[in-house]
C-alpha cells in the first residue's frame, strides 16, 4: 500500500491546504459541521466528513481480486521450476518426429505452446489458406469484368434488367404450385 499512498499524496496535500482558499465565510461554515457527543462532559465531537466507502470497497476488491490472480499463478510457477524443471536435451530415437510444443524449454511455455496457441505450421496454413481465398476473389472479379466487358461490347440486353434470383423461393413457389394442382386433381 506504500504505492498508492504515494500516488495520492498530492491529493492529500491539496486537500490539506485547501482552507487557505476558502473564504471565511465558508470557512467558518466548516468549522460549524460537527456533531456534539456525550453532552457537556468533555470535548467528544465527531467530525463530518465524506464516505471513504467507494475507496476502501476499491481497495478491498483489487486486493481480494489480484489475489485470485497472483496466489494460484505463483503455485503453479513454483510448482513447474521446483517439481518439473527444464526440459533437457537428449537424442532423439530412429523413426520419431517430436511435436511442435517439444521443442519449448519451460514447462509454462510447453503448456501455452501444446493448448493455446497454434503451431507454425498451423499458421502458415491459415496464411496460405487467406491467400487462396484473395486469389479467387480476385479471379472472380476479373471473369466478372470480362463478361461486363463483353456485354457491353455485344450489346447484350440481359445486364440492363436481370437480378439474379435465389433458387430456394423459386422451389418453393414450384413445390407450392405442384400441391395445388395435386389438389384440385387437374
Known amino acids: ?7 495520492l499524496l498530492p491529493a492529500a496535500q491539496f486537500a490539506k491546504n485547501s482552507a487557505v482558499l476558502l473564504t471565511p465565510a465558508t470557512r467558518n461554515a466548516l468549522q460549524q459541521q460537527m456533531r456534539r457527543m456525550g453532552g457537556d462532559h468533555g470535548h467528544h465531537h465527531m467530525t463530518i466528513k465524506p464516505s471513504r466507502f467507494q475507496w476502501d470497497k476499491f481497495k478491498d476488491l483489487m486486493h481480494f481480486y ?6 494460484p499463478i505463483t503455485a503453479v510457477l513454483l510448482y513447474s521450476n521446483i517439481f518439473v524443471g527444464p526440459s533437457q536435451l537428449a537424442e532423439i530415437p530412429e523413426g520419431y518426429e517430436p511435436k511442435p510444443w517439444e521443442y519449448e524449454k519451460h514447462p509454462v511455455s510447453r503448456f501455452i505452446a501444446r ?11 491459415k496464411a496460405l489458406h487467406n ?20 456485354m457491353s461490347e455485344r450489346n447484350d440486353y ?29
Not at 440481359?158 to 387437374?186: C, F, M
Open 131 to 150: 491467400i487462396f481465398e484473395e486469389n479467387e476473389k480476385a479471379q472472380i472479379r476479373l471473369l466478372e469484368e470480362e463478361i461486363r466487358k463483353k
Open 158 to 186: 440481359q445486364a440492363y434488367y436481370y437480378r439474379p434470383s435465389i433458387a430456394k423461393y423459386h422451389r418453393i413457389s414450384k413445390e407450392a404450385a405442384d400441391e395445388l394442382e395435386a389438389l384440385r386433381g387437374d
Open 115 to 125: 493448448y493455446i496457441l497454434n503451431s507454425h505450421q498451423q499458421e502458415y496454413e
Open 1 to 7: 500500500m506504500v504505492g498508492w499512498s504515494r500516488l
Open 66 to 71: 489480484v489475489m485470485i490472480g497472483v496466489i
